[in-house]
């Protein structure tokens, strides 16, 4: 086993992880899902350093879509090397094509903008992989990179295990973690939830960690070298030629595609008119992309079904949240109305413009995560400044 020496002493931040880390409950046998990257690296790395029993567990997700994957492989593995923990390399290709590539493309296809992230993470990370580790290897918990934060159950949290942002607000992946149910939550270790990237790439470094300074990986993991949703859905989709109309059936334009076009999007329409346009609907059936000028575009309320309750039972009775309704969107503040527990409404204090069918609709209360859902293509509820 190569032992890491390390320069200096962990800053207060670091140690307070620690600590964290030695306390928290468990048998503290983890594996530990490595992508290759400096954040799962460093999770790894603070876990072994807190007596944790470490095993390296990296999926192979993708074949024949860059070396992004085969990279992650080989710097998993050294990683695992160089901490003296054994690495398992699992091969989930079909999984993952199955749960997230085709479910993106037919998603696509029909007009919804879907989010593969929080499926991958519902569908593949912690449902299947967390399956793995306990029959293969008798791991109960699974770490990962994600900068969240879990508050285990306790009687103040009745019961349930919570979700809360990671401390780094650049950073935080709460957003996509919603989905996950408590009896998942409850076998999850976020250890870099309290750290910011900086503070992760600095212990990394003073670790000798060979991913400290590894470049951020994109948004898309999906695409060759980690390229952009367009070039991955033109890699599955054949272009299909549409138009681009107002509310009333007025064409504008024409298009290649409706996968190339997002709610709310003003710019790159290819249209000329006497004012901006923006889009607010993609239509599968017609193959259209309905656009509207801005004092039409917005939308006030929106329903939200498949909701997962995180850090609160369902509630019972209207409550204010904020709500964000993209990964990088700010939270707006709204009014859920329960319509059942796994279905509500949702009144904004403001017009919104980006609400997109497909997409998370997330709950917060400052920094707690209290539940999320998916935004539903048509809304029953009559826009009120109407
Ligand atoms: N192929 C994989 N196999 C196992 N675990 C993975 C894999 N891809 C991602 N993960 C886990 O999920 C976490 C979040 O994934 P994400 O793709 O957001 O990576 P990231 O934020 O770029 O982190 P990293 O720096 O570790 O790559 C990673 O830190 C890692 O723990």
Redesign the pocket.
């Given at each position: 086993m190569t032992t890491l020496l390390p320069t200096a002493s962990a800053t207060p931040a670091v140690e307070a992880v620690l600590e964290r880390l030695r306390l928290w409950p468990g048998e503290h046998h983890i594996a530990?899902?490595?992508?290759?990257?400096?954040?799962?690296?460093l999770?790894a790395a603070l876990l072994q350093a807190a007596g944790w029993q470490v095993e390296g567990?990296?999926?192979?997700?993708m074949s024949g879509k860059g070396a992004c994957?085969a990279e992650?492989l080989v710097d998993?593995a050294a990683l695992c090397e160089s901490l003296g923990v054994p690495h398992h390399v699992v091969d989930f290709r079909e999984h993952f094509q199955a749960q997230i590539v085709d479910f993106l493309v037919q998603g696509y296809q029909a007009g919804v903008t879907p989010l593969p992230?929080s499926r991958c993470n519902r569908e593949v990370?912690f449902g299947p992989?967390l399956a793995w580790a306990e029959k293969e290897l008798g791991c109960m918990q699974l770490?990962?990179?994600?900068?969240a934060r879990l508050r285990p159950a306790a009687a103040a949290t009745a019961g349930r295990t919570q979700l809360l942002r990671g401390l780094d607000s650049h950073?935080d992946?709460s957003y996509?973690l919603y989905d996950l149910p408590q009896q998942v939550l409850a076998r999850l270790v976020f250890p870099l939830g309290e750290l910011n990237k900086t503070q992760t790439r600095q212990e990394a470094g003073r670790l000798g960690l060979r991913?400290a300074t590894?470049a951020?990986?994109q948004d898309l993991?999906l695409a060759d070298h980690h390229g952009s949703m367009k070039a991955f859905l033109d890699a599955y989709l054949a272009p299909r030629q549409g138009q681009i109309v107002l509310a009333d059936g007025t064409v504008v334009g024409s298009h290649d595609g409706i996968e190339h076009f997002t709610i709310g999007q003003r710019k790159g329409l290819g249209v000329a008119w006497s004012e901006p346009l923006h889009v607010v609907k993609l239509d599968g059936a017609m193959n259209q992309v309905v656009v509207a000028p801005r004092r039409e575009a917005g939308r006030i309320a929106c329903q939200v079904a498949a909701i997962n309750w995180v850090s609160i039972a369902p509630p019972q009775a209207a409550l204010q949240v904020e709500v964000q309704v993209r990964y990088r969107s700010a939270p707006e503040l709204a009014l859920l109305t329960p319509i059942s527990d796994s279905t509500c409404q949702l009144q904004f204090l403001e017009e919104q413009f980006s609400i997109t069918p497909g997409q998370a609709a997330v709950f917060y209360a400052g920094e707690l995560l209290l539940g999320g859902g998916l935004i539903q293509r048509e809304t029953a509820i009559q826009r009120e400044t109407d």
């Open positions: 530990v899902g490595l992508s290759g990257g400096v954040d799962s690296s999770t567990l990296t999926l192979w997700l994957c992650g998993a992230c990370k992989m770490a990962t990179g994600h900068y950073k992946q996509f991913t590894k951020e990986s993991c």
